[in-house]
């Protein structure tokens, strides 16, 4: 079989980020909203950095007003995502741009998120589950009100906390309040760190913020101590390759680190984070990977199951998905 058809486990992809230009493009015609500029001629995103990335993001998310456009985003992304072999992903979400972090609001938001993810599961076999998400550079006082919304619709759906958002902008310690109200609601915990900045912010997501996964985490390799130490505690990354070599931090999937952490026995998984804009998919991700290190079948299986240990859904959810992996 080729690794680009094997049945897939995503735990990294931001819901507004996996949104294809051309379904934008639709909602600001529905809208009369004006925002060209962030599409270039090929109608692809248009960003010159990550920084602009996180404007052109949020310019994107304007256009989704109400929870039927987010019912209707939710289906257009696990098209995407079950096109792509995909049998199982965590997505996160963020109150911030499903009704400003009012709680009554991000409820009505949430139901038309899971009721699209349920009428993908039983037309494409794809299982959908949410990570509330606050943004770093909106600060530790909105924080609070996202995690609010998280601890309170904790349930089958909602499985955990996670920051992301602009790595250069506060501390993760402004955080602990939001993650020990999360951790305390028994939400998974997950922390968008070293993607931008140096090792010690891994070691901040482990001591501050007690983080279950690491989003990104590629820059740990600069410190061989912390790469012994997260092997040694089991932390699981989740890679990103396309998204760090679309954002320039390596110049190519060759380059890209994630072999060496799993050479030195760090549990890695692999993921797209915001697809349309990197220029990727699940199946692109396997291919490039095959292509650069020669992973076959077999370690692609391995990444899988360590992907599905990691992941923050009910055990019967996994034992489900297990099967479709052909690893029960
Ligand atoms: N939000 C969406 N994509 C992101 C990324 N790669 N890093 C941080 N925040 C993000
Ligand atoms: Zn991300």
Request: with cysteine; glycine share 8%.
């Amino acid at each position: 079989m080729s690794v680009t058809a094997l049945p897939k486990i995503e735990l990294h992809m931001h819901l507004e980020g996996a949104a294809p230009p051309a379904f934008i493009r639709g909602m600001a015609r529905e809208k009369n909203i004006d925002i060209s500029r962030i599409f270039d001629e090929k109608g692809h995103y248009r960003y010159a950095d990550f920084w602009e990335f996180l404007k052109v993001y949020e310019a994107a998310c304007t256009t989704l007003q109400n929870p039927m456009d987010f019912y209707r985003l939710t289906m257009a992304v696990l098209e995407e995502s079950a096109a792509s072999g995909v049998v199982y992903t965590e997505t996160f979400l963020s109150p911030d741009f499903c009704g400003g972090r009012d709680l009554g609001a991000w409820r009505e938001y949430l139901h038309a998120i899971e009721e699209a993810a349920a009428e993908a599961e039983a037309k494409m076999g794809i299982t959908l589950r949410g990570i509330v998400t606050c943004i770093r550079h909106f600060g530790p006082q909105k924080a609070r009100e996202t995690v609010h919304c998280a601890a309170q619709t904790k349930g089958d759906f909602i499985r955990g906390f996670g920051i992301a958002g602009d790595e250069k902008v506060g501390n993760l310690e402004d955080f602990i309040w939001s993650f020990d109200c999360a951790r305390e609601a028994g939400l998974g915990l997950e922390v968008h760190a070293c993607e931008w900045n140096g090792p010690q912010e891994v070691r901040d997501a482990l001591t501050h913020l007690k983080a279950d996964r690491i989003g990104h985490g590629v820059r740990a390799i600069a410190d061989l101590a912390l790469v012994d130490e997260l092997a040694e505690k089991g932390v699981v990354l989740e890679v990103c390759p396309g998204s760090n070599v679309a954002l320039g931090i390596y110049p190519s999937f060759r380059d890209h680190p994630i072999a060496e952490f799993d050479r030195r026995g760090v549990k890695v998984t692999i993921s797209t984070d915001d697809p349309p804009f990197f220029h990727t998919t699940m199946a692109l991700e396997y291919e490039m990977l095959n292509r650069a290190f020669d992973w076959d079948e077999g370690q692609f299986s391995k990444l899988n199951r360590t992907a599905l240990d990691a992941a923050f859904c009910d055990a019967d959810t996994k034992a489900k998905i297990a099967k479709l992996l052909g690893a029960a």
